[in-house]
């Protein structure tokens, strides 16, 4: 049953009041109906059903009391609510709920808030999981372009981490406009979309990484850029180098084309964000990204950006809907071998549906993160979709498993965490994910025939999040609450970065071993540094890779580079690591070409030349020759010869 099917009879004789309860009411789902006597409250309970009942004690002609009394003779399940603004006495309320059997007695002037709360408890178990119309989208199979507009009109702020989804839902032929998105710590960026594009992002961003690239490019030195940026000219480096024939316009567009994807990725952060969508005419773009790319960096995102915590929580709610195939089912043989999807495949889940996320991560538990990441993969690529109805055939274990994982969770989880907000979460924000939560793994949700054991579990489960919602509805409480948090995130920033610096002397002193151990401690820490990732591949690929048993190695391997986010993958050390990724999967001539790449960017990385060196050495006597691409497509550009 949908909220809005829910009819309450509100039975009170001030109409100011009476109307601003049925609003009260309404606006927060239900169905709500205004009458000012006991007899027009009678002849509204023959005409269709009524759920529940708020009545004023104090009516004309028969008391409130006493009408609600005559309505529980006749029927049991009725929910009421009795308020006043006369009889304050503690003896005359408990009297008239006894004899009501009233769920609340509420004093005049009260919180409508609380009445509003009080209903959502008692009427729970009969209220189907309802998502704000954004997410409801993911149980539909078709929508229109009106659907996609009307859910982001609706929509005012939403975690950084549903940026893609709004992104999927505007990479549309049919769409052209700029999303303007500002963030909770006062940064703003805009992406602009056109036919099924994205064309242009701006993104306030102290590195341009403009420089940067055309180095990584091969297509200026460093030198050349240097001397750009130390002429400090109001003409732009691109426009110059063009000017002085030491690039090509196609070059710049290629910069220009990388520097979008990486503005793109940036936008997506662990911050609340506000949006809204305006419909524009967008100029023919000359850089753009296409769908086809799009969907790459969408599992990029997926695998680098979105963590399996926050993805857990927001999919609390639909735990028990079943997954379907949709609209883009045909896509699936595409999207399984992209490193989000990839887990589908290696399960073979490619064509086992329907079946809930609890039940595959229950038969699997130790892929349960890349089975999260892959659901949202396929739900956001419309390959998947969620049923209409909540499966109800749940077994006793499966709902004592899943209550297990969740409490395990959240036993690492800050309070924060446990209701999937962030930390400048407003508290809109806070209530909205409390209820959302509370619809699934409320009490009430459980069987009275259940053991009292799964009782037990999920009665502790709620209490969890009872208390980080208490706690941080209080805003006195929230800041006390993060001055705590913060004061062991600023410890634990310390200790990792100290402890980063061991591991980094090690590595530069060739115990590899001992550092990767180090790093790996590191990584499981929330103040760890971003480029942490990359040094520990590193110190694993230098352990480990002259092993005859690679596979494991380069499966490692592979997964890790995926989790580091677009903007982290332009370093000198990133490259480095990626050449000697090439050299385990045998892929020598990338290898050594990304090695020449990082001597590019830092002619002084001494361990770069020592692997240029060793691959001389290793493959000379095979006669192998390694053409020097960058050369190649510099050349190839200029339409002449680089030194």
């Known amino acids: 049953m949908k909220k809005s099917d829910i009819r309450i009879l509100i039975v009170e004789d001030d ?25 027009a409250a009678q002849r509204a309970l023959a005409i269709e059903e009524i759920h529940g009942m708020l009545v004023d004690c104090m009516l004309p002609r028969q008391s409130g009391v006493e009408f609600a009394g005559e309505i529980r003779k006749t029927n049991e399940k009725m929910e009421i609510i009795l308020t006043s603004g ?55 199979d078709q929508y229109s372009l009106s659907d996609k507009l009307q859910a982001l009109a609706k929509t005012q702020s939403v975690h950084g981490f549903d940026l893609p989804w709004i992104y999927c839902l505007l990479m549309d032929k049919n769409i052209s406009g700029g999303l303007q998105i500002t963030y909770s710590d006062g940064r703003t960026a805009t992406v602009q979309f056109n036919k099924g594009r994205i064309v242009d992002v701006l993104y306030a961003d102290s590195e341009s990484y403009f420089g940067t690239l055309l180095v990584e490019k091969g297509f200026a030195t460093s030198e050349q850029v240097q001397r750009m940026l130390d002429e400090q000219k109001t003409k ?132 349960s993160s890349d089975i999260y990441r892959a659901v949202h993969f396929l739900l ?77 579990l999920n009665k502790k489960v709620f209490e969890k999040i009872t208390a980080a919602h208490e706690t941080l509805s209080d805003e006195t409480r929230r800041q006390i609450y993060l001055k705590t948090l913060e004061h062991g995130l600023a410890d634990e920033i310390l200790q990792a970065e100290s402890m980063f610096e061991q591991a980094t002397h090690l590595l530069k002193a060739q115990h590899f071993r001992e ?14 540094r971003s480029d942490t990732v990359v040094y520990y591949l590193w110190a694993l690929i230098k352990e480990k890779r002259h092993r005859s048993n690679r596979e494991d190695l380069i499966s490692r391997v592979q997964d890790l580079l995926q989790t580091i986010a677009h903007e982290d993958r332009h370093s000198p050390q990133y490259f480095f690591v990626k050449g000697m990724s090439y050299e385990l999967t045998g892929q020598i001539q990338h290898a050594y070409q990304t090695f020449k790449r990082v001597l590019s960017m830092d002619p002084e990385f001494f361990d770069a030349k020592k692997e240029l060196s060793y691959i001389k050495q290793q493959y000379a006597q095979k006669k192998t020759s390694f053409t020097d691409e960058l050369s190649v497509v510099v050349t190839k550009i200029l339409g002449r010869k680089t030194g």
């Open 515 to 528: 550092a990767r151990k180090i790093y790996e401690k590191v990584l499981k820490m929330t103040g760890k």
């Open 236 to 367: 732009k480096i691109g426009e110059r180098l063009v000017d002085e024939s030491l690039v090509s316009p196609h070059a710049i567009d290629v910069v220009r084309y990388e520097q979008m994807v990486i503005r793109i990725s940036k936008t997506i952060q662990d911050l609340d964000v506000e949006i809204r969508f305006e419909s524009s005419p967008v100029n023919e773009p000359i850089v753009y990204i296409d769908g086809f790319k799009f969907t790459q960096l969408l599992s990029d995102w997926i695998c680098s950006k979105m963590n399996a915590p926050w993805l857990k929580t927001f999919y609390r709610p639909w735990l028990n809907h079943p997954l379907v195939p949709s609209a883009n089912q045909n896509q699936m043989n595409i999207v399984q071998h992209l490193p989000a999807g990839r887990v589908i495949s290696d399960l073979g889940l490619t064509f086992d549906w329907p079946r809930t996320i609890d039940e595959i991560t229950i038969d699997h538990p130790q892929r």
């Open 15 to 39: 109409e100011s009041l009476g109307r601003a309860l049925e609003q009260g009411l309404r606006r927060s789902g239900f169905n709500p109906k205004l009458v000012a006597s006991p007899a």
């Open 86 to 140: 006369i009889y304050r006495d503690k003896a005359f309320s408990h009297d008239a709920m006894i004899k009501t059997k009233a769920r609340a007695f509420f004093n005049k002037p009260f919180n409508l808030e609380e009445v509003v709360q009080t209903f959502d408890d008692a009427f729970r178990s009969l209220i189907e999981v309802e998502q704000q119309p954004l997410f409801e989208l993911l149980s539909l």
């Open 380 to 456: 956001l690529q419309r390959i998947l979709r969620f049923g209409s109805k909540t499966v109800d055939a749940e077994t006793t274990e499966n709902k004592r498993i899943r209550l297990n994982r969740i409490w395990h969770d959240m036993q690492k989880q800050n309070l924060f965490e446990i209701l999937g907000v962030t930390r400048l979460a407003k508290y809109s924000d806070i209530n909205r994910n409390y209820r959302e939560l509370a619809k699934v793994l409320h009490p009430d949700r459980i069987p009275e025939s259940a053991p009292d054991d799964l009782r037990e």
